[in-house]
């Protein structure tokens, strides 16, 4: 009997935010790709050709330790990658939280903070799977440090429930990984929308709208409301439906 073959999913996670800052909101993001190895070359190229050009020669040091990361990228940096980002082959996925809101603070008031971590992105992760559940699925995380319990213990607590049910693996990467910074990219341009609503960050809605077609799925968790292409118009992938779904 001929062995089955199976589709291997490779997905790119990593959050913006903090559970426990003063920032509004928190956002768990992941990429599903098919082709890391496509992802990868085009970054690398994207890298070496910044290294390449006079005008950031200035910035080579920087951009050897940084890689793509963009809250530590130069703005100049940051508008390159953002001309190569629409192109990447990916989907895009969005778990979101309103920190001000009457759910997080319950959540808050009888849960440690990497409990709250856990249960938002077991949440992030058990959707993927249930759509991907007849692939491989390898989920790669940047390392992150948490109050109270490491993520490789978070992780390992996870995964081994989920392995029992899927075919899945993980491992924990550093920020160099250069595949990650298309998740922290994206989750920049989510963070500094829905951060401060009272303003209007022009230059990320405009960076959104480039990149909107590859978002599959926002989950705002505090009231259960999902954006998708999928669904009606109040609820599709919009930068006005981010905003009020977010708000409302």
Known sequence: MAETFKKTNYFYIDESGHINNNSNVFIQC????DTPDLMEEALVDLQEEL????????FVDKIKKQGFHAVENHPDIRAR????LPFLNYRAYFTVVDKNSDYFKKLKNYKEDHEIFEFFLIKLLKDRLLKNKFDKNIFIFEEIEIEKKSLSKILDSIFS???EEYDCAYSIESKKTINLGTTDY???IIY???EDLNKTNLRMEQNFNLIKHKVGVVHFLHNNVYLS????LDYHIEVTNLKKQFSG
């Open 229 to 232: 292409r999928k669904k009606s």
């Open 186 to 188: 994206l989750n920049y």
């Open 30 to 33: 992941c990429i599903k790709t």
């Open 51 to 58: 290294l390449g050009l006079a005008y950031f020669e200035e």
């Open 81 to 84: 990658f953002y001309t190569v």
């Open 161 to 163: 429930s989920l392995s």
């Open 192 to 194: 500094n929308i829905l």
